[in-house]
């Protein structure tokens, strides 16, 4: 909350008094806006509370200025007195006025910031794309996506046409609730969530309660012999008015609260069809009642007989199995964003920091960059940094998936949110708040999960005609049956409401978001972050991959193997010169050469004229001669040497997959340098695997070729794209797109961006704690191949669900219309509506209970839950949906 | 060790001298800062510093070099 303290200063003299008070209340945390009067002796601080929690401080940083504070009042500002405040006190100090201020401010707006929200209130895939739409009519918004199984809606809008109250209220307007994302803890998402299913579960408590007398009063249909059946049968009518009222329009109320919010978007949802449904038994039953009660003149049934055409028990039946299925849905979508809840609850609250010599607790938000934290053994890591006292070994699993313990010294980074395990080390701050590794992972995940994947759209495009075809489809079965066959008007409203109900597609919303929820939650649970539907799409297609070599395949930490000397040099004068001018290189060999001259205690040379050569090496001179270092083509091409003499010689040392590199002047060849980078351990198995799973493998390298292809044999690749300049990367990767292949790139996120875009999946590895700078569709934290086999692996399997959740949703409808048309009344099979709507509640219930057996994925292992338990939910429900049919059969006798 | 002289115009007040002072303190190689209510001002450092680079760091100040 803001708040406004009032001081009473004494002691200042001129402005330069108020600037020096103002200057030290500025670096209290918490402080957003301080205003000084050295004539009134005055002073006002606007602050935050929730961050400055113990007001002596800003009296006491006055006082240790000199003068002398007391507060005379500490209140809570309005929004629009903080907005005014802001502009008063920055026009007063920086001589703006209020219009250039605004001005100002207005420059300062975000024209395409993106913002998350929390959206309650939505039933089905079609409140989603009502309030998708209701976002969208906002003025400046760009894009709009709601995730229905995520419950949020990720807005990418610009600020100077409007703000995140006006989305606020766009949703608000549709009929639904909406909160910033970031205003809600996942304590209070927590409860958010807990209160939708509980409230879901006394609704259906509720109404199953009042509906299981007209269970009873069912059976007196059936069997004569039901104890009070004479008694109770004119009463049927009467009670089960009674009984229905309640259950239409308290527990049911939702639905007509969604049909409204669909029909000012003039369109139908799915609200809309169990409304429509429930309303035409409710309504035709009163109708009916009405009738005979006004002809009769009584409100039971004559000569102890039941009222006759009265279907109250449909519309309670039916509310009744929805809303159940809409409880288990809830609780089941809730357990579906598992994996977000497990990253966020690992932060740290506190931190303890070391400042001017004290150490003390704080709370997280108030670390700055540069604070030296203390951590002791057992401790969290609160935030990102550097150590810089002491060393430890950290478990960092549940932000890498890495489950060995990791060694860290003076100079190796930390992770936030990782575990100290066994010394006590200082660091230094480098990240903090959203800056940190386990904040950008948790921002990715919220968005990948808030992505669409293109099959998404496949269900959408069937969504937005499905409904109204539904009510066409109800209304010719009313139309063929009553008018054209001759039922009664009963027999052919009963169709059209079963039809209605059955054909109701709740389920194929929930196929896609489900699927990808949880597989994109398993994959950060094991270091790989995956950036939303379209890379997991693209894994699953993907026929090739491009590995980059250095870095990659191998360590990418050349070492020097060998030193050759030629003519009148020895090879500390090799070294020397080569290291002299790699020096100022950059490239990974220059350091390993660089290193090796370290080692060997050489001093030395200082170059001038250093130029590099991208591809081909580097050149300078040193006192007043000219040299060359890299390969054969800079020697050929600007030394202007032959250098056939050694080629046998370089030859031999690039078969063992060594890069040789030629020191030579502009008279002579001098010497050569050779340096390996070894391959990682893990690289030929992650080829191995990945050629198992029908994948052809390319590695791409600006070696020469001899060297790369020795490297690519060791590793297991044929495919061998050598002597490649950087920007050449994405060029191969098009050729082999150009072929018809399906192509991921794998490779470093930064150096390699070009590539990876190019790519139908660009893999960045290793990124460590850059997740947010890196290129491609999915992030590997750790350096370790097997990990794009099990990124690979993962992708397939949920798509997978992702088609499996579509048949179970479509299945239904498209074997459940028919029937509930009665179209095979004369072999028995009738479905009645309330019988409908228990049979499409647990369409959605199977949908999401089968996203869900994605958890049991392990990588590198067959996931046998999840591919048998689908065959086992389709007999399941095949068995209990043909039971439905011939019940309904019986009853319909 | 290098060491500069100048003058600046009458402070007002001891907060005139710290404002001063802070924004002297960003001259980087400065090592000392010495300055009475008078305006006379005497600085340390470990390099030769130009007088435009002093008179760069007051700009925002009310006190200017005479």
Redesign the interface.
């Known amino acids: 909350m803001t708040k406004q303290l009032d001081l009473k200063i004494s002691g200042m003299h001129c402005s330069s008094c108020e600037k020096l008070i103002s200057h030290a209340l500025h670096e209290i945390p918490g402080v957003k806006d301080v205003v000084i009067s050295h004539k009134d002796g005055t002073g006002q601080v606007t602050y935050d509370s929730s961050l400055l929690t113990d007001t002596d401080a800003i009296v006491d940083a006055v006082r240790k200025d000199g003068y002398s504070a007391k507060i005379t009042a500490d209140k809570a500002l309005k929004v629009a007195d903080v907005k005014k405040t802001e502009i008063e006190s920055v026009s007063s100090s920086s001589a703006m006025s209020p219009s250039m201020h605004m001005e100002k401010m207005k420059n300062d707006l975000d024209p395409n910031k993106r913002v998350h929200l929390s959206v309650g209130g939505m039933h089905c895939a079609s409140c989603a794309a009502i309030i998708e739409r209701s976002l969208k009519q906002v003025s400046g918004v760009k894009s709009a996506n709601v995730n229905f199984a995520a419950e949020k809606a990720s807005v990418v809008f610009d600020e100077t046409k409007s703000s995140e109250k006006d989305l606020i209220e766009a949703v608000k307007k549709a009929g639904y609730t909406a909160d910033l994302a970031t205003d809600l803890s996942p304590e209070m998402e927590r409860m958010q969530r807990e209160k939708v299913i509980s409230g879901y579960f006394n609704k259906f408590l509720f109404s199953l309660i009042l509906s299981v007398p007209m269970l009873y009063f069912m059976f007196f249909d059936f069997f004569k012999w039901v104890p009070g059946r004479e008694l109770l049968l004119s009463y049927v009518g009467i009670v089960s008015l009674i009984l229905t009222i309640p259950v239409q329009f308290y527990a049911g109320a939702g639905f007509y609260k969604g049909m409204w919010a669909s029909l000012k978007m003039k369109t139908f949802n799915m609200d809309s069809l169990i409304a429509i449904g429930t309303s035409t038994a409710f309504f035709y039953s009163i109708i009916n009642y009405s009738i005979y009660a006004i002809t009769n003149k009584t409100f039971i049934g004559l000569d102890g007989m039941k009222i006759p055409e009265l279907y109250f028990e449909t519309a309670a039946f039916l509310i009744t199995f929805v809303l159940l299925g809409k409880w288990l849905e809830a609780k089941a979508k809730g357990r579906t964003s598992d994996a977000i809840r497990k990253l966020m609850g690992l932060q740290a609250k506190t931190a303890r920091v070391i400042r001017s010599g004290i150490t003390k607790d704080i709370p997280i938000e108030e670390v700055a960059h540069g604070d030296i934290i203390l951590v002791r053994p057992g401790e969290k890591v609160p935030v990102d940094g550097n150590i810089t006292k002491g060393s430890s070994s950290l478990d960092e699993s549940m932000v890498t998936g890495e489950s060995i313990p990791i060694e860290k010294n003076v100079g190796d980074g930390v992770i936030g949110s990782t575990i100290n395990k066994t010394g006590t080390f200082e660091f230094e701050a480098t990240r903090v708040g959203s800056e940190t590794t386990l904040a950008q992972i948790i921002r990715l995940i919220e968005e990948a999960q808030g992505s669409k994947a293109p099959i998404q759209a496949f269900a959408d495009r069937i969504s937005a005609w499905f409904v109204p075809a539904v009510i066409g489809i109800a209304i010719l079965t009313f139309l063929v049956w009553f008018f054209v066959l001759g039922a009664t008007l009963s027999f052919s409203l009963l169709a059209f409401t079963a039809v209605i109900v059955i054909a109701c597609p709740c389920a194929l919303g929930l196929a896609t978001p489900t699927a990808i929820m949880v597989g994109t939650g398993k994959g950060a649970e094991n270091g790989i972050l995956i950036k939303g539907g379209e890379p997991l799409e693209s894994a699953e297609k993907i026929k090739a991959i491009i590995f980059d070599k250095t870095g990659t395949l191998t360590n990418g930490k050349p070492e020097v193997t060998d030193v050759i000397s030629l003519g009148n040099f020895d090879e500390d004068d090799v070294l020397r010169i080569s290291a002299s001018m790699e020096k100022l290189s950059e490239h990974s060999l220059a350091e390993a050469i660089y290193a090796h001259a370290q080692e060997e205690d050489i001093e030395l040379d200082e170059v001038l004229d250093f130029a590099a050569i991208p591809g081909l090496g580097v050149s300078g001179s040193i006192d007043g001669k000219n040299y060359f270092f890299g390969n054969r083509k800079l020697i050929s091409d600007f030394a202007d040497l032959d250098y056939s003499k050694i080629e046998k010689k370089i030859a031999k040392l690039e078969e063992k997959g060594k890069t040789v590199m030629i020191l030579a002047s502009k008279e002579e060849i001098i010497g050569f340098i050779a340096v390996a980078d070894r391959v990682k351990a893990t690289s030929k198995e992650a080829v191995d695997r990945l050629k198992n799973m029908g994948i052809e493998i390319y590695m791409v390298t600006g070696d020469n070729a001899r060297t790369a292809k020795a490297i690519a044999a060791e590793i297991g690749i044929t495919n061998v794209l050598a002597e490649v300049l950087p920007e050449d990367k994405a060029i191969e990767v098009k050729k082999l797109q150009e072929k018809g292949l399906r192509v991921a790139m794998v490779g470093d996120g930064i150096n390699d961006a070009p590539a990876l875009a190019q790519a139908d999946l660009g893999i960045a590895m290793g990124s460590g704690t850059d997740v947010a700078m890196e290129t491609g569709g999915i992030v590997i934290i750790k350096n370790d191949l097997r990990d794009v086999c099990v990124a690979i692996q993962l992708a397939r399997q949920t798509m997978s669900k992702v088609r499996q959740n579509m048949f179970f949703a479509l299945f239904y409808n498209v074997v459940g219309i028919p029937i509930a048309a009665r179209v095979f009344i004369s072999f028995g099979l009738v479905l009645k509506p309330e019988l409908a709507g228990l049979a499409m509640a647990m369409s959605s219930v199977s949908v999401v209970t089968n996203s869900l057996l994605l958890k049991y994925f392990k990588p590198g292992k067959l996931n046998i839950i999840s591919k048998v338990a689908p065959i086992i939910m389709t007999i399941l429900f095949v068995t209990l949906f043909w039971q439905f049919a011939v019940i309904s059969s019986r009853m319909a006798e | 060790m290098f060491s500069y002289q100048y003058k600046l115009g009458k402070?007002?007040?001891?907060?005139?001298i710290?404002?001063v002072k802070?924004d002297l303190g960003t001259v980087k190689g400065i090592t000392n800062i010495d300055l009475d209510i008078d305006g006379a001002l005497e600085l340390k450092a470990d390099r030769e510093i130009d007088k435009s680079e002093i008179v760069s760091a007051l700009k925002d100040s009310?006190y200017k070099i005479l």
């Open positions: 402070l007002n007040c001891e907060a005139c710290k404002l802070m009310e």
